[in-house]
């Protein structure tokens, strides 16, 4: 089996199938070797049954320190209305287990989703799961519509307690009749702030009901929406579900915005990925419509956040170029920062996220290849994160694979450093689920 260029599938009239013209789909038993992974999480088209959509991948460590667990959302293919949550393990970060189900959608059932799924490890070795728990009324949409769905297991992940539906407090943006859910997704792990508490950032996007969206219907990436954040009290406690304490922020019910550069008076500022600086302040990053990764800092354990401002490699340096595409950062070892982007403004090969009338998800073909650059806090800069130069990590040479017909990668991504490995886990093409060692090497010959 050969892994054929993009070049070399399409004068061959697309023997595997096309996405739309210029983008063919490759041969699916090998197309997991493109972006050059050195380990393979979980490959439908190998020894795995499941043939839908993988995405959304968190890994992180096991209470005991003893293995890795990833948690992702599966789906037959994104948005059809059958997410669920499964979960695999491994001891040495190569070999992985056949995932199981946890909780949403079971097979051939249209209801009951349960989506993105963010963990927190607590001091006294339990694991809670959150996600968007799908109800019998939803707002904006089935998936990203919701109350706070929890799961607990207190024997790593082996065995899970019955589902809770936690209370979430309603926000300016929501939808006045409090009978129907927040919009809102998690898509990080929450990191601990200055305080030793778990904070996790949440995309909160407006109700339907107010009114503000795009005249063009074909064009979803602008969308009004904010970033907003969650503070978890008590976790480390072990409370029952209901008895979790959660703070809602920031304090003005104003959330982080960016200007939507097309449509006048919405904000678009999505997904909000933090880290915690070495003085304490919280630095955010996110996706915007502007063509480039948004920044805020919040000096005060997320109460408050400075005006977001489009993210440069340095102070007076270039902009970091990006679509509406998540935008993640990670505190890495040795004091240092990842950031990954596409280096690209929503516009390449003949696609553009500012297009009317789509003919298709214009999306699936802007987000690749993907790029990280390694950051160094700098406590005199107006930016407190300085990056070097970019490197490509990751580029699926524009073909496309899986259920969703995209060539995307690297999107929904997490890290973890385990047994000496710094790892970069990503979803390839919403398909696979795959890994990337960081090396030192690596690391040394971008770090600024």
């Known amino acids: 089996m050969h892994l054929y260029s993009r070049e070399w599938l399409i004068g061959n009239n697309y023997p ?30 190998g020894i ?17 320190k003893k293995e890795l667990l990833a948690v992702w959302t599966q789906s037959s293919c994104e948005g059809k209305g059958n997410n669920h ?10 070999n992985w287990t056949t995932p199981v189900y946890i909780v949403g959608s079971k097979e051939n059932e249209k209801f009951n989703q349960a989506s993105w799924a963010f963990p927190i490890v607590t001091s006294k070795n339990r694991i809670y799961l959150f996600y968007t728990k799908q109800l019998e009324l939803f707002d904006n949409s089935q998936a990203g519509s919701g109350g706070l769905g929890c799961v607990y297991s207190d024997d790593f992940g082996f065995t899970w307690s019955d589902e809770t539906v936690l209370p979430m407090a309603r926000s300016r943006f929501d939808n006045p009749d409090a009978k129907y859910p927040k919009n809102w997704i998690v898509w990080q792990k929450p990191i601990k702030d200055a305080n030793n508490k778990y904070i996790a950032g949440y995309t909160l996007c407006t109700s339907h009901v107010h009114n503000i969206s795009d005249y063009d219907k074909t064009r979803w990436v602008n969308q009004d929406s904010r970033c ?14 209901y008895d979790i304490q959660i703070t809602w922020l920031p304090d003005d019910d104003k959330g982080i915005e960016v200007d939507n550069p097309i449509i006048k008076n919405m904000s678009t500022a999505q997904e909000p990925a933090i880290t915690l600086l070495p003085d304490g302040r919280i630095f955010c990053i996110m996706r915007t419509v502007s063509g480039y990764v ?14 977001a401002q489009p993210l440069r490699y340095g102070d007076n340096m270039d902009y970091i170029k990006h679509p509406l595409s998540p935008a993640p950062i990670y505190s890495i070892k040795d004091g240092l920062y990842l950031i990954a982007f596409h280096d690209n403004d929503g516009e390449r090969i003949g696609f553009s996220q500012k297009k009317e009338n789509w003919e298709y998800n214009m999306s699936n073909f802007i987000r690749n290849p993907l790029y990280i650059a390694i950051g160094r806090f700098d406590s005199n800069a107006e930016q407190p994160i300085q990056f070097g130069k970019k490197y490509k990590l990751l580029d699926t040479e524009d073909v496309a694979a899986g259920p969703k017909n995209t060539s995307e ?27 990337k060692e960081i090396t030192d090497e690596l690391i040394e010959q971008i770090v600024p």
């Not at 739309?20 to 490959?43: A, M, Q």
């Not at 043939?51 to 992180?60: A, I, S």
């Not at 949550?85 to 190569?94: L, T």
């Open 16 to 45: 595997f199938g096309k996405a739309f013209e210029g983008i063919p789909k490759g041969d699916p038993l090998v197309e997991y070797k493109r972006t050059s992974p050195d380990v393979v999480l979980y490959n439908p088209d």
């Open 48 to 64: 795995e049954y499941y043939k839908g959509d993988n995405e959304h991948l968190l890994v992180f460590e096991s209470p005991d």
């Open 85 to 94: 949550i499964v979960m695999s393990r491994s001891k040495d970060s190569v």
């Open 228 to 241: 907003y954040f969650m503070r978890f009290e008590n976790i480390d406690d072990n409370p029952d579900p």
């Open 294 to 307: 948004y920044y805020s800092i919040s000096e005060d354990n997320g109460h408050t956040f400075k005006k």
């Open 409 to 435: 990668t690297g999107t929904y991504t997490s890290m973890t450093y385990f047994k000496d490995k710094l790892m970069f886990w990503y979803p390839d093409r919403k398909y696979y689920l795959l890994g």
